[in-house]
């Protein structure tokens, strides 16, 4: 065995005591950032059950999944987002009876749906931030046109309460990059940023778990 093989278990112990000991600052829900070849990969796709799996446990309420594809045709990209749905649904499967989740579609349209009592997972398959925003201020114009809503009705609780996800997340994991993506514009604006180099099919519990260690130790300004 090598020193690695043997470190790696006590550090992992060591990791877990450590969020244990702040467990009522654990970040209620995380946002992760994907591309498109991570989850065709069958360890990209592992390491996200790997990943689900292990924030559950850390008592994450909700996790926020971003698949940026990067393919601009219309047509190849409703075909890649129907793909890894389907992949999805497989994997999803297998987690907890009480796990519910909820698939975007690159149209933003919800493609799949399953109830939860604990745990919820939010996918977006390609649709971003800058289109979901668009969306809702189309949708609250049409809602003012028909009469259902008065112009000065219209304020931000109301625009939030149009958007997809209505969560504001703690913590953005964002592997392999410095680069953020177009996910979750709006109710980003105050969380934490957390970036790693390590490619998403070779990230580890170790990884992940330092990332919720790096929150907890963190002082939130929220913007001030």
């Keep these: 065995m090598d020193l690695f093989s043997f470190a790696y278990p006590i550090y992992e112990k060591y990791l877990t005591w450590q969020i244990a000991r702040e467990s009522s600052n654990i970040p209620r829900h995380v946002a992760i950032i994907l591309k498109e070849t991570d989850l065709f990969d069958p360890k990209g796709m592992e390491r996200l059950i790997t990943a689900l799996y292990l924030f559950r446990k850390s008592r994450v309420e909700i996790v926020s999944v971003y698949v940026d594809i990067l393919k601009t045709d219309p047509a190849l990209k409703a075909e890649i987002a129907s793909t890894l749905k389907a992949r999805l649904e497989k994997s999803f499967s297998n987690l907890p009876a009480s ?58 609780k109301m625009l939030e309460s149009h958007l997809l996800v209505n969560h504001e997340p703690d913590i953005m994991i964002r592997s392999g990059g410095q680069k953020l993506s177009d996910f979750l514009v709006w109710q980003s604006v105050y969380s934490e940023l957390y970036f790693t180099d390590v490619n998403w099919k070779d990230v580890r519990k170790v990884d992940l778990m330092r990332a919720i260690r790096d929150f907890q130790k963190r002082k939130r300004r929220y913007g001030r």
């Design 99 to 156: 796990t519910g989740y909820r698939i975007h579609g690159v149209d933003g349209e919800v493609n799949s749906t399953v109830p939860g009592k604990d745990f919820f997972v939010y996918v977006s398959l390609g649709f971003g931030g800058r289109d979901e925003i668009t969306r809702a201020v189309l949708t609250i114009l049409d809602e003012v046109k028909a009469g259902t809503v008065k112009p000065e009705e219209v304020d931000e």
